[in-house]
């Protein structure tokens, strides 16, 4: 494939001669600059903090339910207790009336 050669930038118009004769070009102009987009500023402390808030929300809420949990199971075991007591206390009252009525 045969290279091609560099391109050339087309001649600047000659627009007036100077004090020596020289010619006097005019200079190059620049293609139009598209406007860029405005920055938009965002408040990423805010961000940040809404994050460290929602994890701070989300260790206290944690600690409640386990505190909940421990609460529960703990009614759990009274109850067990309770049951395991009455049960005993049925079994020897009716033990003990029975003995009563022969």
Do not use: E, H, N
Not at 7 to 25: C, E, I, N, S, T
Not at 40 to 61: E, H, I, N, S
């Amino acid at each position: 494939m045969p290279r091609r050669p560099p391109p050339v930038a087309p001649p600047l118009p000659q627009v007036a001669f100077d004090a020596d004769g020289r010619p006097v070009y005019a200079w190059p102009q620049q293609p139009a600059v598209a406007p860029q987009q405005p920055i938009v500023a965002r408040p990423w402390g805010m961000y940040v903090a809404g994050g460290c808030g929602a994890v701070f929300a989300v260790a206290v809420l944690g600690a409640v339910a386990i505190a909940f949990m421990i609460g529960l199971a703990v009614v759990a075991v009274c109850l067990a207790l309770a049951a395991v007591a009455l049960t005993i206390c049925v079994v020897i009252l009716r033990d003990v009336w029975r003995k009563s009525r022969k």
